[in-house]
């Protein structure tokens, strides 16, 4: 049974850019989750999807950033004209049932984004 | 809003050794608490799960204790290893929402 995947592993971009990172959750898992760890910093939660659903969006950036969990393929997060300060890793996570209190999160190896 | 703490910040033993992180969080209105391990480049890997019921879990050389009143967890690592060198990431959620709230780690060197 495949991990959570995250892809690509690394991300550069011009400021200005779009950066799309994609996150597959685990085989079975609805739930999906975006955090994101800024140099030094701790992960910090951005969004908690379910399948064509935002639940929670109450850590992401009110302008630029977007997030999409489509019935079919992988969870999108989007970032749109893209700024140094959004130089981070992305990390993704999937549970098979909702909520973090209901089940452990299972977290992929993250998309590293570089904005020059 | 919850505040995880993780001290120290960074440790090296060398082998052989046994040892402790700390993990303090400000509210005690906890559902679970996690631990993790980040190898350097890639993601993380759950160590740990405590629900806010429970007082510990173990598995293998790895034991982690909740005490939920006063806010705090430790992970005590037993005869460490060189293998065990990486960042451990304490991770709270709690009993309404649905994220977890990170420490930002303790980076552990074990030295051959």
């Known amino acids: 049974n495949a991990g959570v995947m995250q892809n690509p592993r690394h991300l550069v971009r011009r400021r200005g850019q779009e950066a799309r990172l994609r996150c597959s959750p685990m085989?079975?898992?609805?739930?999906v989750y975006w955090y994101r760890q800024l140099p030094e910093e701790g992960l910090k939660f951005m969004v908690y999807l379910q399948k064509e659903n935002i639940i929670d969006e109450s850590g992401m950036p009110k302008e630029r950033f977007s997030a999409e969990f489509p019935k079919e393929g992988p969870s999108i997060l989007r970032i749109q004209q893209v700024v140094r300060g959004d130089s981070a890793a992305y990390f993704c996570a999937s549970s098979l049932r909702s909520g973090a209190f209901t089940d452990t999160q299972y977290f992929g190896p993250g998309t590293r984004l570089t904005v020059l | 809003k919850q505040e995880v703490t993780q001290i120290p910040a960074a440790l090296s033993v060398p082998e052989g050794e046994n040892l402790v992180l700390n993990c303090s969080f400000t509210?005690?209105?906890?559902?679970?608490l996690q631990w993790f391990r980040q190898d350097p480049g890639k993601g993380l890997t759950s160590l740990l799960l405590?629900?806010?019921?429970?007082r510990e879990q173990t598995s293998g050389r790895l034991n982690a204790s909740l005490d939920k009143s006063s806010g705090r967890s430790t992970l005590y690592i037993a005869a460490s290893q060189p293998g065990d060198s990486a960042t451990y990431l304490c991770?709270?959620?709690?009993?309404?929402?649905?994220?977890?709230?990170f420490g930002t780690g303790t980076s552990l060197t074990v030295i051959p």
């Open positions: 405590i629900q806010s019921s429970q």
């Open positions: 085989k079975g898992h609805s739930h």
């Open positions: 991770a709270v959620s709690a009993d309404t929402g649905n994220q977890f709230y």
């Open positions: 509210d005690s209105a906890i559902y679970n």
